[in-house]
């Protein structure tokens, strides 16, 4: 494979002249370049290209629990406007903001890999591990409290609260109608639960950067990786943008 | 080698230096959307308006984060077209689904 | 063959030899094997796994019709009967149609069609590898465990409260093949937008890549919601989380929407791929480019964004909403239309086409025929009124073998035989193999044209036992499974028998078009000594004639 002097660059569907395309212009073969790609810039397209549908795939796997969501909402309307109620906001807008916070300094470490600053590009990763674990830590101690409060679905699960209406700040409801709360914390575990689970995996690969990060590793001109890590860190982001409201927020009664 | 998409050297971001009080403004806007949206909670009254503004809040911050911090906005057409595939076939999904959930009563009653 | 009847084009044999640097020499053993990151390797990886696992599904087939033979429940109970149609068609469907043409051909040929090296992440093609071997791992531990009695769809509630059979383990096997299948859909994805090689523009490449391209589409967008809906039901069986379950006030029928969401658009992940097989053999033996290239090419993108917007007419007698039902039958209508574009724009591009009868043609006539009745028959179960009467009988089994057995498996044996040479540098013996050819097809008419008449007579799918009455067309059919059985079975010996004893191919031996056309056969290990630049449109006959000189592009 002794062809990569005759690089090509700036083809044109509609170009006519393919000869013309051909020039002499890259040398750089750097060590990353993999051997079935002709440019650094190929290979970059290639790989980015990559990324973004593998998180397109992931929207379409949290797709099929949002649908249920939305279906089980408009069916059980009073059920999940009370069951929605007893989540505590305070703790959910915080960890909206951290969240969004850690996204903040994970794209700033995309900018110290491209700036070549080893030391910031660490601890931005750090910090944004950090911001990651405490979200999560934060998250427990809301699936504690269900676990008093006896909301989490199963054996121990109790409709006394909707059915008098006490702890909700909601009137109360039916017994029948009550049953469904169960239906909104089990989807409130599912989807709440994928998505930590795709942030423990975001954290794994976080940490290993880190590690690779302090060695000097991505502050030489191959930042995909970082980038591709922010990528999906984004997009675990952009899940719980949505699942903020649509658990924490909609039809939340004010309190007295 | 490089295809129509991907060719054009001002799309790469490191090509386009993106200032980090850039983010700085782009978090600034996340955070004043989602104490927005916190408060439209207790402010609008419970029904469908306020379901409304919460997810197009959340719809505003999602493509927000995608734009900037996943650096769409800087990127070609191709990765553009790719986040707004991925969105379609998910509202296809929801839509064709709710024909169903929507009018499965009508006439029964 | 006398040359007037053919084109084929191999060495004198007396001279021919191998070439001595191919993909399949240099490196040797297991390990070079296992460890691969060549896609023509990969490609022949999946072609030994999906041919195991199709004689797997085939033998469940051969004892269903065994037990279909006579009106009696004589040769299994009942259950067994139950896991025997579930494991045919999870296995068929997951194991088999669904990486049948992309993991094969498509993985051998996607580069060398467009003038790549490699696909564009080596690694991940080898892990969906892999993937798929778990996933076929944990759909044989079901099988060994005792089987799984729900019938491939994993209805709800059925699937998570009636029934005692490993439904989870079956599902575990199928969440991983689809993410198998979804890394090779990113894989085909990227590689076309980003790989193609200088010259190759969108509508230069053949038409195979498109067809390819639609369904890597669907296999990147669709099979993720089978993953979650899967998960669910995992969930729904283990914890007990009611998103199915109507006792909990959870609703069956939103399983059915999400599991057809991408069911549906798996039947077009399954038939488009055969789409492009057929479309190059039909242009190569009738040397002609295709009529309505641009129509052709994008009549597979419309099969693959339609596909997202037709599944509910799987549901229409479930107890969906009728007016919904009424609008996926009218959009169900649609799909038809790109369909037919293929088979009108075939059928003109053998028109006045100087064709000849190799058995890839063979097979490709058999695809257009029966895909054509499959097809069409589509059409009449897509109509809401006529749906209600024939859905859940034979006539629908009839109709989806038509459609996937008929259809893509004819693809799949004709590309096979047409890339056979390409792949291994040997010929298959074509007299056998037309034999095969003619076999499967009489095989295959006779199997399931009985079911159409079956199923519009009322007789029900699923169950093991039928009135005295239907019985001369049930053995029809069971006699036509074992004429079938034998079609498939043929290809087998003689491709095995090929590897070996076959004609030397030479590297152009159909004297086709393609890029993958003008290299050695079998082609060296990075596929092009040069990268080559496309300096001509597809299917491009003239341009072959006039081409005295394999391409010599200067190296700096």
Not at chain 2, 88 to 104: C, I, K, N, P
Not at chain 3, 313 to 322: A, D, L, P, Q, Y
Not at chain 3, 467 to 491: D, H, K, M, R
């Given at each position: 494979?002794?062809?990569?002097?005759?690089?090509?660059?700036?083809?044109?569907?509609?170009?006519?002249?393919?000869?013309?395309?051909?020039?002499?212009?890259?040398?750089?073969?750097?060590?990353?370049?993999?051997?079935?790609?002709?440019?650094?810039?190929?290979?970059?397209?290639?790989?980015?290209?990559?990324?973004?549908?593998?998180?397109?795939?992931?929207?379409?796997?949290?797709?099929?629990?949002?649908?249920?969501?939305?279906?089980?909402?408009?069916?059980?309307?009073?059920?999940?406007?009370?069951?929605?109620?007893?989540?505590?906001?305070?703790?959910?807008?915080?960890?909206?903001?951290?969240?969004?916070?850690?996204?903040?300094?994970?794209?700033?470490?995309?900018?110290?890999?491209?700036?070549?600053?080893?030391?910031?590009?660490?601890?931005?990763?750090?910090?944004?591990?950090?911001?990651?674990?405490?979200?999560?830590?934060l998250k427990s101690t809301e699936y504690y409290s269900k676990f008093v409060e006896h909301h989490v679905p199963g054996a121990n699960f109790s409709i006394e609260d909707f059915v008098t209406g006490h702890n909700t700040g909601m009137p109360p409801i039916s017994a029948d109608m009550a049953q469904h709360t169960q239906l909104f914390f089990s989807l409130y575990f599912a989807m709440t639960g994928m998505h930590a689970l795709h942030m423990i995996i975001g954290i794994g690969i976080l940490a290993f950067m880190y590690v690779k990060a302090r060695g000097g590793a991505y502050t030489e001109g191959h930042t995909a990786p970082i980038d591709y890590a922010s990528l999906y860190w984004h997009f675990v982001d952009v899940v719980w943008i949505f699942l903020f409201p649509l658990l924490y927020l909609i039809n939340r009664h004010p309190v007295h | 080698m490089t295809t129509p998409e991907g060719n054009n050297p001002t799309l790469h971001n490191e090509h386009t230096p993106i200032k980090p009080?850039?983010?700085?403004?782009?978090?600034?806007?996340?955070?004043?959307?989602?104490?927005?949206?916190?408060?439209?909670?207790?402010?609008?009254?419970?029904?469908?308006?306020?379901?409304?503004?919460?997810?197009?809040?959340?719809?505003?911050?999602?493509?927000?984060?995608?734009?900037?911090?996943?650096?769409?906005?800087?990127?070609?057409?191709?990765?553009?077209?790719?986040?707004?595939?991925?969105?379609?076939?998910?509202?296809?999904?929801?839509?064709?689904?709710?024909?169903?959930?929507?009018?499965?009563?009508?006439?029964?009653? | 063959m006398s040359s007037a009847t053919t084109i084929v084009n191999i060495p004198e044999q007396s001279t021919a030899s191998l070439p001595k640097n191919s993909y399949l020499t240099g490196e040797y053993g297991l390990k070079s094997w296992l460890l691969t990151q060549d896609h023509k390797r990969i490609g022949l990886l999946y072609l030994i796994s999906i041919t195991f696992f199709f004689f797997i599904g085939g033998a469940f087939a051969g004892l269903i019709r065994l037990e279909l033979l006579t009106p009696m429940p004589d040769l299994v109970a009942s259950d067994t009967y139950n896991k025997l149609f579930t494991m045919h068609g999870i296995v068929m469907i997951f194991l088999f149609l669904v990486p049948s043409v992309p993991a094969v051909l498509g993985n051998f040929l996607l580069p060398l069609m467009l003038g790549a090296r490699d696909l564009a992440f080596p690694k991940i093609n080898l892990l969906s590898w892999y993937m798929y071997m778990g996933g076929g791992i944990f759909t044989l531990a079901t099988l060994v465990l005792g089987g799984v009695d729900t019938g491939w769809t994993f209805t709800t509630p059925l699937s998570t409260h009636y029934v005692n059979t490993h439904v989870i383990t079956a599902g575990v096997g199928i969440f991983i093949a689809g993410f198998s299948s979804i890394f090779t859909g990113l894989n085909f994805i990227v590689t076309i937008h980003r790989m193609r090689c200088p010259g190759m523009t969108w509508f230069r490449m053949p038409l195979f890549l498109w067809a390819n391209y639609a369904a890597s589409i669907l296999m990147v967008l669709g099979t993720p919601v089978l993953a979650i809906t899967i998960v669910l039901v995992a969930l729904e069986r283990t914890i007990g989380i009611g998103v199915f379950d109507p006792s909990k006030g959870g609703d069956p029928l939103l399983f059915q929407h999400l599991f057809w969401f991408y069911s549906h658009p798996a039947v077009y992940i399954m038939i488009l791929p055969g789409m492009g097989v057929i479309s190059e053999t039909i242009s190569t033996f009738s040397r002609k480019r295709i009529f309505g290239y641009t129509a052709v090419a994008f009549s597979s993108v419309a099969i693959a964004v339609f596909g997202?917007?037709?599944?509910?007419?799987?549901?229409?007698?479930?107890?969906?909403?009728?007016?919904?039902?009424?609008?996926?039958?009218?959009l169900t209508m649609l799909v038809a239309v790109p369909s037919a574009i293929k088979i009108f724009n075939w059928a003109a591009t053998l028109y006045k086409g100087s064709i000849t009868f190799e058995t890839p043609m063979l097979y490709s006539f058999g695809f257009i025929g029966l895909f054509t009745i499959g097809g069409l028959t589509g059409v009449f179960l897509g109509s809401l009124g006529m749906d209600v009467h024939l859905t859940e009988t034979y006539f629908i089994v009839a109709h989806f073998h038509f459609v996937m057995v008929g259809g893509m498996l004819m693809a799949f044996l004709a590309g096979i035989?047409?890339?056979?040479?390409?792949?291994?540098?040997?010929?298959?013996?074509?007299?056998?193999?037309?034999?095969?050819?003619?076999?499967?097809?009489?095989?295959?008419?006779?199997?399931?044209?009985?079911?159409?008449?079956?199923?519009?007579?009322?007789?029900?799918?699923?169950?093991?036992?039928?009135?005295?009455?239907?019985?001369?067309?049930?053995?029809?059919?069971?006699?036509?499974?074992?004429?079938?059985?034998?079609?498939?079975?043929?290809?087998?010996?003689?491709?095995?028998?090929?590897?070996?004893?076959?004609?030397?191919?030479?590297?152009?031996?159909?004297?086709?078009?393609?890029?993958?056309?003008?290299?050695?056969?079998?082609?060296?290990?990075?596929?092009?000594?040069?990268?080559?630049?496309?300096?001509?449109?597809?299917?491009?006959?003239?341009?072959?004639?006039?081409k005295h000189v394999p391409e010599v592009t200067t190296v700096g």
């Open positions: 494979m002794d062809s990569h002097s005759t690089t090509l660059s700036s083809h044109s569907a509609h170009s006519s002249a393919i000869e013309a395309q051909i020039e002499h212009a890259h040398h750089e073969h750097p060590a990353y370049l993999l051997h079935h790609f002709e440019t650094v810039e190929q290979q970059k397209a290639a790989s980015s290209f990559g990324m973004w549908l593998f998180l397109m795939q992931e929207l379409m796997f949290f797709g099929g629990m949002f649908m249920a969501y939305l279906v089980y909402r408009a069916w059980y309307y009073p059920a999940f406007a009370a069951a929605s109620n007893t989540l505590d906001w305070k703790i959910g807008t915080l960890n909206t903001i951290i969240l969004l916070t850690s996204s903040f300094t994970m794209t700033l470490a995309v900018h110290y890999a491209e700036a070549r600053k080893v030391k910031a590009l660490a601890n931005s990763i750090l910090v944004t591990i950090i911001l990651g674990i405490v979200f999560l830590g | 009080i850039t983010y700085v403004f782009v978090l600034a806007a996340l955070v004043v959307l989602t104490l927005l949206n916190v408060g439209l909670a207790f402010l609008l009254p419970v029904g469908l308006i306020h379901g409304i503004f919460a997810v197009g809040i959340a719809v505003l911050e999602a493509m927000i984060v995608i734009l900037f911090f996943m650096h769409i906005y800087w990127s070609s057409r191709l990765m553009m077209l790719t986040v707004g595939a991925g969105f379609f076939t998910f509202l296809v999904l929801v839509v064709m689904t709710m024909t169903d959930y929507t009018s499965r009563a009508w006439g029964l009653w | 997202f917007f037709v599944w509910e007419h799987h549901m229409f007698i479930m107890g969906v909403s009728t007016y919904s039902a009424l609008v996926f039958s009218l035989h047409f890339w056979w040479p390409k792949m291994t540098g040997r010929m298959y013996p074509e007299q056998v193999s037309k034999l095969a050819a003619v076999t499967t097809f009489i095989g295959f008419i006779l199997t399931f044209f009985p079911q159409f008449l079956l199923g519009y007579l009322g007789m029900p799918r699923r169950y093991h036992a039928y009135p005295p009455e239907f019985q001369v067309l049930n053995v029809l059919s069971t006699a036509g499974a074992t004429v079938l059985g034998v079609g498939y079975l043929l290809p087998m010996l003689y491709l095995t028998w090929s590897l070996r004893y076959g004609a030397i191919a030479g590297d152009n031996p159909w004297q086709a078009t393609g890029l993958e056309w003008q290299i050695q056969s079998p082609p060296l290990k990075e596929n092009f000594t040069e990268i080559p630049i496309m300096d001509h449109e597809a299917y491009d006959y003239d341009w072959l004639a006039h």
